[in-house]
């Protein structure tokens, strides 16, 4: 793999909730130039920036896409995971491009996608997989020219604590209530969209060392490893109120919840709001990161964040805008 500096990035999915965090945090590091990459369907606008490109691929196919990616060093895919193909399309390009060094795939994950139970309850963490055996292939097949890093943040925090995948509701000004997994004391790692967007930057800006410590390797990050019981104290503290609080067994609505997304006689709607609270749970159960050898904070130089900080943050945000943070974005 070359010793020189990454300085070529390609993103795509710049418009996405985590996809406009990570623009903002690339085109704040000088020695980066950044291209978006679009379909020419696309609606999206961007600022105004030196260090940023724009380009629009007339068809998302290998031959387009490999010239698209020719003389990048390395590619973000920051688009949902639901279109296999066009996850595994890309990351082919990047291979085919002959200068793409690092791939960075779709992960960021709630869990581990390697986690047999996770790919059990939810369909969507085998595609994950999928991309990562592929890029795992390819590095292999390019003598480690091509390589990758994949990021697995937990949920995202300020994405989910204001539009109810937390199972938080502090929106609601006449009834903040809180729906709690068991006794709600599994501690588990959640992360800004920032601290993600941080650890993105330090993986191609850490310099020779920290490009070949994380060559090919899940990295996992997070801004705190909390309990739902002690987010839900400092939601109280902040504002001031008590929430209504429901407690409920957490196999017994993993259960239950399965069912529901399994079930074809149902809405998609409903299957899809019964798939996000597997999610949700497999995160509160499976989410602790602290205790995985994967864990890189260290690694990466980054410092957690504050709890009750980011909960003030977010809440004052989510009052000044007058909205949530957006619609589901990954999972």
């Not at 949902?80 to 193909?85: A, E, I, R, S, V």
């Not at 609080?245 to 259960?255: A, K, L, P």
Request: charged fraction near 25%; aromatic fraction near 6%; proline fraction near 4%.
């Amino acid at each position: 793999m070359s010793n020189n500096p990454i300085q070529k990035v390609t993103l795509v999915g710049a418009s996405g909730n985590l996809g406009r965090i990570l623009l903002t945090h690339l085109l704040r590091t000088p020695s980066l130039q950044i291209t978006i990459l679009q379909r020419p369907s696309s609606k999206s606008s961007y600022p105004s920036h030196p260090n940023l490109t724009v380009h629009t691929v007339e068809s998302w196919t290998l031959p387009s896409l490999t010239t698209a990616l020719h003389n990048q060093d390395a590619v973000i895919a920051a688009f949902p995971l639901h279109h296999l193909p066009s996850h595994l399309v890309l990351a082919e390009a990047a291979y085919a491009s002959q200068t793409v060094r690092r791939f960075i795939p779709a992960d960021f994950g709630s869990v581990d996608s390697r986690s047999g139970r996770a790919r059990e309850l939810v369909p969507l963490f085998g595609k994950k997989v999928a991309v990562r055996e592929l890029l795992e292939k390819l590095s292999g097949d390019s003598g480690g020219r091509f390589t990758w890093t994949s990021l697995v943040n937990g949920h995202f925090f300020d994405w989910g604590l204001t539009n109810g995948f937390l199972h938080f509701w502090p929106l609601d000004k006449t009834r903040p209530r809180a729906h709690i997994l068991g006794r709600g004391e599994e501690r588990s790692s959640l992360a800004t969209l920032g601290q993600v967007a941080r650890a993105v930057v330090r993986v191609l800006t850490g310099g020779e060392e920290i490009m070949e410590k994380t060559r090919n390797r899940v990295l996992m990050v997070q801004s705190f490893c909390v309990s739902q019981n002690e987010v839900l104290g400092v939601l109280e503290g902040v504002m001031g109120k008590k929430f209504e609080v429901e407690r409920v067994d957490v196999e017994g609505y993993i259960r239950e919840r399965k069912r529901v997304a399994d079930d074809e006689g149902r809405d998609e709607k409903e299957r899809g709001e019964a798939v996000e609270d597997l999610v949700f749970a497999l995160g509160v159960v499976e989410g602790d990161w602290t205790k995985r050898e994967e864990f890189s904070m260290e690694l990466l130089g980054l410092e957690e964040e504050d709890l009750e900080t980011v909960v003030r943050r977010v809440l004052e945000g989510s009052e000044q805008e007058g909205k949530v943070l957006g619609d589901k974005f990954m999972i």
